[in-house]
């Protein structure tokens, strides 16, 4: 009977990810996914690396800044394993900051518009220039596991797992609805979903997220923008991302006309000529929150069980970090980041 190191449970970014980074390390691996590999939070997020000192909590920049410097390496790793393109640009973001955020960002130049952007319908709105990243979620999730199995780690997908069990104090076996799977070590990873896994309450939730594309005339933006209206977001292949609601409204993923709507309306303010453009497709997606918005990240009290999860808005900023770091506690080396703040301890209901 085949056995492994390391069970993973999430074939999301951050589980495809860490999975990676375990084989690396010598481990043998299985990663088990409840529905379709990649296709939940990673699938619908817009790929901001957002890790700039002004927009990130003060908690987690440590981890946001190592993890946007992993980043080009961690990229070229999964292309040149998989061959998928994960359209990695470095154009920079335009921040539009609130009237009453402007304050935050005194110590930045403003950004010259009419030489950035033409198209925008207010060239001399208040804006400024981050040095930021954009990545394609689709692309990354696909590419890390297309790698993941090039490097045998073994992924079972439609299988939802229903509890973690233990045998003399540590952990041993996983069980899902179809059968059981045994190994010392288990990272639960499954997102929105990690607190339904027994025997612990992880108090993750889902905070559902709209976002629609478009395609064609104006839609060939050179940076991601910023606001507090909307975002936009442009793919080197033509596409524009238009985002995104934070909704609290439990597993349901069903886009509304309401808010595509009004997400669309604000993009054509920003960029009038987008009203030329085509809309390509909506969607809703759910984030792993928590209640202080922070991470998951750690061992638990039970000895082999592990958590990575919760990464609410920056899992796919997050997931080089949490593979590298993750991957080091699990096989025994001391991370080089502190995961103290991250532990599930905080939390008085988890482990």
């Known amino acids: 009977m085949k056995t492994w190191d390391v069970i993973i449970i999430g074939a999301g970014i951050i589980g495809l990810?860490?999975?990676?980074?375990?084989?690396?390390?010598?481990?043998?691996?299985?990663?088990?996914?409840?529905g379709e590999p990649g296709r939940e939070a990673s699938h619908a997020a817009a790929g901001m690396l957002a890790d700039h000192m002004l927009e990130t909590p003060t908690?987690?920049?440590?981890?946001?800044?190592?993890?946007?410097?992993?980043?080009?390496e961690f990229v070229h790793e999964l292309q040149d394993e998989s061959g998928v393109n994960c359209d990695l640009r470095d154009q920079g973001t335009l921040v539009f900051p609130a009237p009453d955020h402007l304050r935050n960002f005194a110590d930045l130049e403003l950004a010259p518009l009419v030489d950035l952007e033409a198209s925008l319908a207010d060239p001399t709105?208040?804006?400024?220039?981050?040095?930021?990243?954009?990545?394609d979620p689709r692309g990354l999730v696909t590419a890390a596991l297309q790698a993941a199995k090039h490097r045998e780690v073994d992924v079972a997908s439609g299988t939802t797992v229903l509890e973690v069990l233990t045998s003399e104090g540590r952990v041993a076996t996983v069980l899902t609805e179809r059968t059981s799977y045994h190994a010392p070590a288990v990272v639960n990873c499954a997102g929105a979903w990690s607190g339904q896994i027994q025997p612990y309450k992880f108090p993750t939730r889902p905070v559902k997220g709209q976002m629609l594309s478009v395609v064609g005339e104006g839609a060939k933006l050179r940076h991601v923008m910023r606001s507090p209206e909307v975002y936009l977001v442009p793919r080197s292949d033509g596409r524009l991302l238009i985002g995104?609601?934070?909704?609290?409204?439990?597993?349901?993923?069903?886009?509304?006309?309401?808010?595509?709507?009004?997400?669309?309306?604000?993009a054509i303010a920003m960029v009038p000529v987008l009203a030329n453009a085509h809309?390509?497709?909506?969607?809703?997606?759910l984030r792993p929150g928590t209640p202080d918005d922070l991470p998951i990240l750690g061992a638990t009290s039970t000895p082999g069980y592990f958590v990575a999860t919760g990464h609410f808005r920056d899992g796919i900023l997050l997931a080089p970090i949490t593979a590298h770091v993750m991957a080091q506690l699990i096989t025994g080396a001391k991370p080089d980041q502190d995961l103290d703040?991250?532990?599930?301890?905080?939390?008085?209901?988890?482990?």
Request: glycine share 4%; hydrophobic share 45%.
């Open 17 to 34: 990810s860490l999975a990676i980074s375990l084989r690396k390390r010598g481990a043998r691996v299985l990663v088990l996914e409840r």
């Open 59 to 72: 908690a987690l920049q440590a981890l946001a800044t190592a993890s946007a410097c992993l980043y080009p």
């Open 125 to 135: 709105r208040t804006a400024f220039l981050l040095k930021e990243r954009s990545v």
């Open 244 to 266: 995104a609601t934070v909704e609290e409204a439990g597993y349901d993923k069903r886009t509304t006309a309401d808010a595509i709507q009004r997400m669309h309306r604000a």
């Open 279 to 285: 809309v390509l497709e909506s969607w809703a997606g």
């Open 341 to 351: 703040p991250f532990s599930s301890n905080r939390f008085a209901k988890a482990a």
